[in-house]
């Protein structure tokens, strides 16, 4: 099954983690890699593989990046396998994809994830399992908040192995980051109605403080000490920063009223 399979990247300012991905993908004869103008060494690193094709492009959204990657790089094979910069593919699940049929009437595989913070294992995380290797021509993908969604035509099975999840960025890129993906979902939550989740996020500060003990003793990250610690405070730093959003537009909105200087933002 190797032989038919693209593994297909996007890169931005990835030089903390960029190599330690590629150095689990040398069984691939071609790897894509759309870049969205790093300046880091990210390229660099890139071009000393040479199983690596990479195309520029800049960045509008998570969905129109992946469909350029998928539709306008020439990929060869009949399956692709979408990697985020910071994903290393173990080697159970190297071995698993190798023995798969690449025939088999299924239109994409799950897979599940394990995060690791500067390589050290976590207990578990909020990190959800999702469609990583496709066949082509049986899915699509679409923007959804700061991310994208993929919706796949046909049979879905899981795999047993997993992928671990390394991001190794320094906390101020991240925060960066954060800070324009929360833009994004703050857009998304407003276009969609109803669920739990979406209240709390839109009350202030209930999310933070839910997601950061939810994560220490819901998900016994505790026993992770620091590296626990780690994940569950960018947790909350991250909904934090939306939450900081949801009260500026809030507070905005409430002195175009009181002052009659405009409409108010939805």
Known sequence: MLDHVTPVLLTYNEVQNIARTLSHLAWAKDIVVVDSGSMDGTLAV???????????????????????????TQIATDWILRLDADYQVSNALVAEIAALDPNAPVSAYRVSFDYAIFSRKLLSSLYPANTVLLRKGRFSVRDKGHTEAWEVNGPVATLSAAIIHDDWKATGQ?????????????????????????WLRLRPPLMPIAVFLYCLFGKGLLFNG?????????????????????LEEKSRNQALRSTGHGPAAP
């Not at 492009?57 to 990657?69: I, P």
């Not at 954060?178 to 109605?193: I, S, V, W």
């Not at 620091?226 to 949801?246: D, N, P």
């Open 46 to 72: 890139l071009a000393s593989h040479p199983n690596v094709r990479v195309f520029k492009r800049g960045f509008d959204s998570h969905g129109n990046q992946w469909r350029y990657a998928i539709e306008d």
């Open 174 to 198: 991240w925060l960066i980051g954060q800070a324009r993906y929360m833009q994004r979902e703050l857009d998304y939550l407003h276009m969609n109605k109803g669920g739990f989740v979406r």
């Open 226 to 246: 620091r590296a626990g610690l780690f994940y569950a405070l960018q947790r909350m730093v991250a909904e934090g920063a939306l939450s900081l959003m949801v």
